[in-house]
């Protein structure tokens, strides 16, 4: 045990006692948030996923240095439950979680002045529970946060044997806002070297005595129960963003809306600008153009990223439920700022934060042509950012082996750019490693493929619950081998996702199969929302179709569903396969990061061409494409089951398969190439660090200058916000 391990691992401020980071730098960065330059950002997001399962430098640390025990007190009771776990942090439900979470770990590792604000949900977002016969069965997620090593409770500084609290303002009813009281979980995101972090910190509003609009809502993220709730969730997030700042003294001019859930925050600082303007009497005197005014010196602090031209991603409220439970002073600045051009009788959430910023970015380029399109009078303020996804989160430990014993590629952890320079002389040594990297990771995933398989065929005779699988009722030797093609896809069950569509001609696929005796594995995971009724139905579609395909294929072809999804299971997929599907309904898919973390690991993309993949495929050096990719027409943003293509881009998908199995099985060093090529190709793009680079941008941030020298790296490698080839 080194002398020095409390001082490198333990800090301390009036709110607690923290794990993970020296002192001097927890100062450091603090100090920088509360800078009276106000040069950091706050992030706001509804969820943010960030598994200290999956990714933890902290834990990394411990397991390098063998460090299991320590004779210090606090330290000691720090590294128990970090050892102990259970480490699970469920506070999100798909891809922008993930994002979020990922990219304040970049922020991290590239010394970014940010911290994020989001809820805390006791309920989390749901466990799901699969019956082959009833489908998805949702339930609450139990966790104590209480218990969750890497989250903090803080403390209140006055008298800390109490949690903090802070009071919440919402704009309820009277000219007064009422207060609601909130206490602050704070999780730090460390750098991967410790030596820099990202605080979130999530508000939990499920406390003692509460109102019961309020405990209702706190429960479980994206709870769809009634707008009510949905619009008291949103209320949470927005309105705790300037309680927080001030609690803590924290100074951020730039305000970044991970989608406009938060928009709210606009409401509180456009009421400020307007009692500064105006003074204590503001309500009675304002002006319509008075409002316009505060709204537009609002929008300086604003940027705002939109994640999807769908529907249900995007908040509209009546305006008679917003007068249900705010005064009138609310209604009229919401009138000004939120009206839909479509329709008098809602508030458009959307169009606000499109109103009410100084920047506004799309998540790939064709993202970026749909949105315009979508918001036509915003069209000249909408720039590109594509997406990415951090690096050293997703990419598979024998992978980071292999990468750290190459020497072109030994910085990848800092510089993911040096896959760029990959030459052909490095090809050799990259490919036998690469060959024995992915059987250790398919080795893996098929392995707990089994496990589940058995665990689930004990269940039948403990619990009513009937196995989701087919394969479950077989026998052991009918389960999965390594070795056979096995194709991933794994994301939330939202139709346009169409995750049945490749099983939309169950006999030709099969044909294709027993035609060339080509075997496939098949594995399939993914939530449908507790309200999404139609996607509840494509998961029960997957299940339905496993003996079908089985029966047709002579046991050829497997189908396996993974039940409860998660950055856990989401990490063994995207490194055990040996393709990743994608088969969204173009142009649905604004950017997609789980083909991202494939890339991450070199696993190839067959992917329709939508979302990221427009920028990601290569003429077929990097993977696969197929389905419609003509121009696209305002019709194509429908969701309706006819506008969904099926048995077009289906066909597609069976007209495409036999190459890929045939590159597979009979040609596999071309297979390999195009693995590598992912590697040169992808990686140094479509990565956190590069996508914060180019926020960073955007936000006109001045950084210090070690800094700014990493974000200049990452700036030359690329440019999202080039003309698309559409
Ligand atoms: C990455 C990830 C997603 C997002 O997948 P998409 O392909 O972008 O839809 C969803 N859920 C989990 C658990 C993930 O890790």
Redesign the pocket.
Known sequence: MKPDLASKLLSCNDFGTYFGISQATFDRVWKRLCSPTGNSVVYISMEI?ADPDVFSPVKNYLQQEGILESSHRILSHFLKQYLDGPRKIPN?S??LG?LAGDTLKSFADLHMPVLAVSLLYRGGYFSQFVDSKIGQIDQATTWTPETTPTLYQLKDPEKPELPLEIEVPFFSEHEDPVYCTAQVWMKLECSDNLDYFTPEFLLDYDLPGAPKWLSEASQQLYNAKSNLVKANQRRMLGSAVLPIMEAFGFTANTIHLNEQHGVTVTLHLIVKELEKALGPDYIQRMSKEDIIHAAEKVGQQIIYTIHTPVKAGHDRFSRDLYSSFSHGTVERILDLVAHDEDNQHEYNFTAMAMRINRGINSVSRLHRDVTRKQFPSFASKIKAITNG?HHLTWTSNSRAALFDSIASTRDWRTAPGCFSSLSRSDYPELVSGLRKAWLIDNQRLIAYTNHMLDNHRRQMTETWIDPPNYLSHLSVPDWLEPNVFTVGF???FSTY?RADLIFDDISRLAEILVKNNWKINFLFA?KAHPEDEPGKMVLKLILDNQERLYKLSNGLGKLVFIPG???C??KLLVSGVHSWL?CPKRPL?A?????M?AAMNGVPNISVMDGWWVEGYHNGATGWKFGYEGPIEDSDLSEDRESLLYAEDADSFYNLLPSVLETFYSKHDEFLDIAVNNLKLNVPIFNTHRMAAEYIQTYNLHLEPDAAAKINSFKELYQSDLPSDF
């Open positions: 996923g999100y798909g891809g993930v996804v794994a994301r939330r996702k993914g999804y998660d950055m299971i989401a994608n898919e950017s997609g990061t789980s083909g973390k």
